[in-house]
């Protein structure tokens, strides 16, 4: 398996354009993460979803930032208009349900600089 | 929601030594406590976990031991190698394998020096 798929890994844009970041979990993992790392904060979770369908998002920051899944195999992150505070390491993660280990499997990240 | 604080934030250690990272939560209804370690460019990576049923755990030169009385939990690594160079996180959930997500702490930067 080729494990948790993110894209693009890295970013630079402007103060006010359209960020999507990518993600393709674990075939089979049921459960899928969306953490931001930053220096100041660690690893904050912004959303997660279950069987494609967001749990819990009280993480997400502003209404600025917006996440979809729209199938099993493919979730994005949206920040309109981006912001320089925006600027982070995303992280996407998927893990398997009832009967797994609890394992969070990670991507290698989406470092976005918000100019 | 739970709360996980993490000491120390930098750890620097010679080559050999051991190292221990301290955690504690505040939801004394979790009972999943992972440790995640992150190499420079890479996401966290499991490596080793434990469940409040068990005291402490051990996989080679890493252990982990929980307190549930004080809600602490600590990381402890003996014969610590440059290759153990990186960032380690604690987190703590309610259950493993439920819709609980994980809580982690800020991380701890530990640098072993040959």
């Known amino acids: 398996d080729a494990g948790v798929i993110q894209s693009p890994r890295h970013e630079v844009t402007e103060m006010g354009q359209e960020v999507t970041l990518r993600c393709k979990p674990i075939s089979g993992h049921d459960y899928l993460f969306w953490y931001r790392q930053t220096m100041m904060r660690g690893l904050e979770l912004l959303i997660y979803f279950n069987n494609n369908v967001p749990i819990d998002d009280s993480g997400m920051p502003e209404d600025r930032f917006s996440a979809k899944m729209p199938n099993a195999s493919f979730s994005t992150l949206k920040i309109q208009p981006s912001e320089p505070r925006d600027s982070a390491v995303y992280f996407c993660?998927?893990?398997?349900?009832?009967?797994?280990?609890?394992?969070?499997?990670f991507g290698e990240g989406s470092r976005l600089t918000v100019l | 929601g739970e709360n996980v604080e993490q000491h120390p934030s930098t750890l620097s250690v010679q080559e050999g030594d051991s190292a221990v990272i301290k955690c504690t939560y505040s939801d004394s209804a979790s009972n999943y406590f992972p440790w995640y370690k992150q190499e420079l460019g890479k996401g966290p990576q499991l490596i080793i976990d434990i469940r409040s049923n068990v005291g402490e755990k051990k996989d080679q030169r890493i252990a982990v031991t929980l307190n549930k009385t004080a809600k602490h939990f600590s990381l402890h690594i003996t014969e610590t190698q440059p290759e153990d160079s990186a960032v380690y996180f604690c987190a703590a959930s309610k259950r493993a394998d439920s819709g609980y997500a994980l809580n982690f702490g800020k991380g701890t930067s530990l640098l072993v020096t040959p």
């Open positions: 993660a998927s893990r398997g349900g009832q009967g797994g280990t609890g394992e969070l499997f």
